[in-house]
Structure formats: C-alpha cells, structure tokens
C-alpha cells in the first residue's frame, strides 16, 4: 500500500497552491479549489513522518458525503469529487473563525472545567457537571484561525468588537453551525454513535455565505458509541471514542506530544497498517457503508492528475 503525502501537480488554469498539514488547495483560475486530501496524517500540530494509506480517501469520502448530507441547510463549497481523494469546489474567501460546536463536556472543555472555569469563549457553564456529560443544549465556541500556530478561543463579542465577522453575518454562522450540528448529531444516532463535538468552517462568496473545508470526519469531530455511554458517565469510566483520539494516545504512550526536543516514536509497517485499519473502521461506523479502496493504486498521483484534470477541463 503506498500513501499520498507530497503533490505538485499542474492543474489546467492553476494559479497557486497551498499546502496545508493534510491538505493540497489548488487554486484554480481564483474561481474554483481542487483539494486533494494527503494520507498525511498529524498529531499535536504536527505532522508525523509518514502517511497512512487510504487514509485521505477516507476523510475525503466522509465529507462529501455529508456535504451532500447538509446541503439543504446551508449552500457548500463542493461542485465533485472527480477522484477518491479529491474535492472540487467554488473558491470562497474564509472567515477568520472557525465555529466550534459542543453537545458534550469533553476534551480541551472539560479540562478547562476541571481547572475552574465556568464560562468557556464567553459561554457560561452549568456547576457540578463531569466529564463527557451533554450540556442542557450545544453550546457554540468560537476559535481564531490561526495561519500559524493554535487557533485561539474567542468569545462572540470580541469577534463582532474587533470586526472579525459583522454582526449580521455570525448570527447567520451561528444558526448554520446549530443546525449542522443538529442533522449531524441525528445522523450519528441512526448510526448507533454521538457526535460529541466538532468544526466547521465557512466562506463568502458574491455576498453569500457557504459551509467549506470538510465536515463531521473523524479529524474535525469526536464521536462517542452510543451503546455504553450511560453505564460509562456513571461510572467515571472513559468513552469508547471514534476519531483520531488512538492515534494521539499512542503517541503520548511513547512519550511524544509535541513539545521541543521529543522524537515521534518509530512508525513501524505494523502500526501504520494499524492506523489504516482503524480509520476504514471509522469510515464504516460512520458513513454505515462498506470502504471500497480505491482502484489504481500503483500509480495514485498519475490517478489524481489525470482525474482532476479532465474534470476542469469540463468548467
């Protein structure tokens, strides 16, 4: 199995290309976006030393499908997905937020609870909850986008004081990224799962507000099974997690998470093949659908450019 994780392809009308941690963005002719979803995979805001086959198929597929999913909600970058791992779409200029959505008590907000806050990017929050326990109802919490390093926490009110979105068009984020959430978390359900917390992020185009980059997939969402969450919020226990929380645990496991001067720990066939597992696992829970790998694997990037190719030889 060979993993994507460089590309610099010539696209007809390519203007420039953006090389994000697992994203290519090429800009098409400053009207459209051929995103090609590398099997990099990172951890800690970085990206680890090899790729995970399948892995940018996986995380492409998701999303297109709940693009499509959502489409009736809010109108989204995607025009095709000429190849398994790529999307094609409208070029949108980004806001600078990205609208975090949290039905749960988890993550960097339970531990930020645990150290004594209580309102979270403006947001007040309940006393005596624990950890992964659902709030009353989602509750939205906003971050910068950061070109470089972390994103930051934000609440409402900065973002409108400091003139980051208008006051008009983030109630229009805002009631996108509930109702969102709302669809996915209903989705989830019927798939046995709980969507727990998740990104999305959204553009402007000719005045209208459109859902780009990707959506509800294991690296922008956490995932609880349904099945045992009870029993486990009861007990203390930890939740069986689907997103790429294993892959983070493994690392801090081997004593790695990030900091200046750790090493990654050596990614061997076995645990790269493990990785690649685990996400086609994540796909299926998911999606409720068999992972079918792609065909034509000898040669992907050859696949890829010819692909994309002939799709924008069709705008």
Request: a negative charge; charged letters at 30%.
């Amino acid at each position: 199995m060979k993993a994507v994780v460089k590309t610099n392809f010539s696209f007809p009308k390519q203007k420039s290309l953006y090389v994000g941690k697992v994203r290519d963005v090429y800009n098409i002719d400053d009207k459209y976006m051929a995103m090609v979803v590398s099997d990099r995979i990172s951890a800690f805001d970085v990206v680890l030393p090899k790729g995970i086959p399948y892995k940018g198929q996986v995380l492409n597929q998701i999303a297109a499908k709940f693009l499509d999913a959502t489409a009736d909600i809010v109108p989204n970058w995607k025009l095709a997905t000429p190849d398994p791992m790529v999307t094609v779409g409208l070029k949108c200029e980004g806001f600078r937020v990205e609208m975090i959505v949290r039905g749960y008590l988890a993550g960097s907000a339970w531990r930020e609870y645990k150290a004594g806050a209580r309102t979270l990017c403006g947001v007040p929050l309940p006393e005596g909850m624990v950890e992964n326990q659902k709030f009353p109802t989602p509750i939205l919490t906003p971050t910068t986008k950061a070109d470089e390093g972390h994103d930051e926490n934000i609440s409402r009110d900065e973002i409108i004081s400091k003139g980051l979105v208008s006051k008009e068009d983030y109630e229009q984020l805002e009631k996108y990224a509930l109702a969102l959430f709302q669809r996915g978390s209903e989705i989830a359900a019927s798939k046995g799962l709980i969507l727990v917390d998740t990104k999305y992020e959204f553009g402007k185009r000719d005045g209208k507000i459109y859902l780009i980059d990707e959506i509800h997939t294991p690296d922008s969402s956490r995932y609880f099974y349904a099945d045992g969450y009870e029993e486990r919020l009861a007990k203390g226990e930890h939740q069986r997690q689907l997103s790429k929380e294993f892959v983070r645990e493994w690392l801090m496991a081997n004593g790695f998470q990030g900091k200046e001067g750790q090493q990654v720990p050596e990614m061997t066939d076995e645990i790269v093949n493990s990785i690649t597992d685990r996400y086609i696992e994540l796909f299926e829970h998911i999606t409720g659908e068999k992972f079918q790998k792609a065909d034509d694997c000898s040669d992907i990037t050859g696949r890829i450019e010819k692909n994309v190719s002939a799709y924008l030889n069709t705008l």
